[in-house]
């Protein structure tokens, strides 16, 4: 893997340093040896023609960052979105938004990005952490390779980051950590590998998308500190445990998808304390022990898929009875019984493969004696950490 990660940054280098020639005359030095990642001073990409006046020092950055992008960084553009980015109107460029300051009305600036869906091939050149006023970044569904710059960092007020659906390489960019405002990211579908920083789960976030990836790492005990109403996971390598600490989420945690990321433990009866949650999906996993009657506590679920574990036992009536369920799949397990309440809410096959009595698609009898001959799960012997949670209250709320 990390051969194929030095073959795409030495692909995007060599396409970096093919497209290089666009300076001049007339190119500012920017510094940016506040930065880390060695950029120090740098002589600006492109000249900035000095009959041109701009509205703002902000606006003259954004041309920078903008034409240094487009002439050195961007290879390929098949829909031309960015050919009108001509001349120093950068509020005139495709894809480009403006908006006043917050604190100054009187001051104009590059306030967004947004180049989603646009087939564009090429990279992300460190004067983008000039655009130091943008409040959503969104390029998904491209072609962008490489690593995120450090100078990112610079964004302090961005809201939205959309990087999802394109070829970005390296470790968890570290960069998000250092944006104060950003509240969505969206890093699935690319190349990401190794291990997520814990910090992740501190920052008040409200949406995160990391599915898609090469991630390999445990959930830590933190996860649950995230204000989240939505967390998508899905098809990493985590294994191990689901942390106990989830029931923190249990006044913001909408939507929850752990799909194939290889947890290895019981289900923490504290999943019942998500009231909030109207999807959880974690399906494809090794999940084993029962499935706590906890379950339903989880009012508000409509989707429940747990299909493709190792669970046993009996479905509790009550999870079946749950007033908001209108599916649950829990096919490809090993539980020996499910109440006739679940006929309301079990789609057709959803309760297949497993050693349900008088019930069709199961697995065959020599398969299901061979299973319960094993010894039974001892959910402690995953040394999964239980702790003390406490509950967040809502707005308005003084209780507990």
Partial sequence: MKGAVFLVLVVCSAVAGAGAGGGGGGAAALDFSGDGGGEGMRKAAVAVDPSWRFLSSRL???????QTWKQQAIFSDPKNLTADWVGPDVCNYTGVFCAP??????VLAVAGVDLNHGDIAGYLPPELGLLADLALLHLNSN??????????RRLHLLHELDLSNNRFVGPFPDVVLAMPALRFLDLRFNDFEGGVPSQLFDKPLDAIFLNHNRLRFELPDNFGNSPVSVIVLAHNSFGGCLPASLGNMSGTLNEILLINTGLNSCLPPEIGLLREVTVFDASFNQLAGPLPSEVAGMRKVEQLDIAHNLLTGTIPQAVCELPRLKNFTFAYNFFTGEPPACARVVPQDGDRRNCLPNRPAQRTPQQCAAFYALPPVNCGAFHCK?????????????GV
């Fill in 101 to 106: 300051l917050p604190w100054d009305r009187r």
């Fill in 143 to 152: 072609r962008f390779c490489g690593v995120l710059p450090v100078t990112l």
């Fill in 60 to 66: 003259r950055n954004a041309y920078v960052a903008l």
């Fill in 386 to 398: 239980s702790k003390p949670v406490f509950i967040r209250a809502p707005a308005g709320d003084h």
